[in-house]
């Protein structure tokens, strides 16, 4: 029998290009812990965005458990590391390691099938929505022209800044900025925001408010996503659509945050909330309320499978993560006219740069 034969994660930093921020963080590098799985003369890609010890959980605990595994069957390997980290907690560092772990599986059958990973999960479309993300609370009037610039000369027909900047404490820098926003980008490009849970509920409902003429289609996190009754008493009032999900881990989560009427679009990230298997069944929660997902971030890691669930509105395209993934990989996507079309290539069609990035590894 073709078994999985060997597992190894390596931690790389990545420094931004510039300094980076949000409403509630700020950082000037970033973290990815990368999966990968051999078996059989193939060999499977997954990553997620965390601390590095994602990369010492997936060593301790995973990589023995998932070794000597069915490559075909990815689900069953998916609960056995699910049961085996129940006295950890399966939040935080474990499930972005689970969700590495997972991803790099599913790559590596669709590899071993010699078949695109979206023909392996099925496709319901061939191109994947996607919006241009950044606009970070840090940039200078120059910097988000520029990037803003950037998305329009590739086509990007939904763009998405931050706001709440210093934990909601400058609402007219953040009305300033988005103001700023809508003028570079004309009329016709679709203005999202992302407050990283930086406001209160009532500061929420205000700028979205002040901002009305901004024609604002999306306000993301505009409270604390622990604050699930909160979120939906400002989803009740504002005009754009209310989304939060990003650190779901779970079924539970996931359902709780749609059940609750906080949400009018679901996001969930694969690099997080446990891979490719736990995204298509958090999709399938948000169908059975009427609700489409959205897919957080990691850009790369989501197009095969989003490719396949009726239910999406499009994924996150995030600066810090696109230009990470660019430099990581050949074959990374490139989005054009806001979607990224599938490819041919087998398994992911990544292929790693490894030597390229050697001095951005700080551990394998
Ligand atoms: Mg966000």
């Known amino acids: 029998m073709t078994v999985v034969e060997r597992v190894e994660a390596s931690v790389y930093v990545f420094p931004t290009d510039v300094p980076e921020g949000d409403g509630t963080f700020a950082w000037d590098s970033t973290t990815m812990t990368l999966v990968r799985v051999w078996s059989g003369g193939a060999t499977g890609i997954g990553w997620t965005y965390g601390a590095a010890e994602c990369g010492a959980v997936i060593r301790s605990t995973l990589a023995p458990l998932v070794t000597g595994t069915d490559p075909m069957d990815v689900p069953g390997t998916w609960e056995k590391m699910v049961r085996a980290v129940r006295n950890s907690g399966r939040q935080g560092a474990i499930g972005y390691a689970i969700s590495a772990v997972d991803a790099a599986l599913w790559d590596l059958k669709a590899r071993l099938l010699d078949v695109p990973l979206s023909g392996l999960l099925g496709r319901v479309r061939t191109e994947v929505p996607v919006y241009a993300s950044g606009g970070f609370t840090t940039y200078d009037d120059a910097q988000l022209a520029e990037q803003l610039g950037g998305w329009l000369a590739a086509g990007a027909t939904r763009v998405k800044v931050k706001i709440g900047e210093s934990w909601g404490s400058q609402e007219s820098r953040d009305l300033a900025r988005m103001t700023r926003a809508r003028e570079l980008i004309g009329d016709d490009v679709e203005l999202f925001v992302d407050a990283n849970g930086g406001y209160s509920a009532k500061q929420a409902i205000r700028v979205m408010d002040?901002?009305?003429?901004?024609?604002?289609?999306?306000?993301?996190?505009?409270v604390s996503s622990d604050r699930i009754d909160q979120l939906a008493e400002v989803r009740a009032i504002v005009a754009p659509d209310v989304a939060a999900g990003e650190y779901g881990y779970d079924l539970?989560?996931?359902?709780?945050?749609?059940?609750?009427?906080?949400?009018?679009?679901?996001?969930?990230?694969?690099?997080?909330?446990?891979?490719?298997?736990?995204?298509?069944?958090?999709?399938?929660?948000?169908?059975?309320?009427?609700?489409?997902?959205?897919?957080?971030?990691?850009?790369?890691?989501?197009?095969?499978?989003?490719?396949?669930?009726?239910?999406?509105?499009?994924?996150?395209?995030?600066?810090?993560?696109?230009r990470i993934e660019r430099r990581m990989f050949d074959g990374a996507l490139i989005p054009r006219d806001g979607v990224v079309m599938l490819t041919d290539a087998p398994g992911n069609g990544l292929t790693m740069r490894e030597a390229d990035v050697a001095k951005f590894l700080v551990s394998a």
């Open 252 to 322: 539970f989560t996931f359902r709780r945050l749609c059940e609750s009427g906080a949400v009018d679009v679901l996001q969930a990230d694969v690099s997080r909330c446990g891979g490719l298997t736990e995204w298509m069944r958090v999709a399938a929660v948000a169908a059975s309320f009427g609700l489409e997902l959205s897919g957080h971030c990691a850009p790369n890691l989501h197009v095969h499978v989003a490719a396949g669930i009726p239910n999406l509105r499009h994924l996150e395209w995030f600066h810090d993560h696109d």
């Open 210 to 222: 002040q901002a009305r003429d901004l024609d604002i289609r999306w306000f993301e996190e505009p």
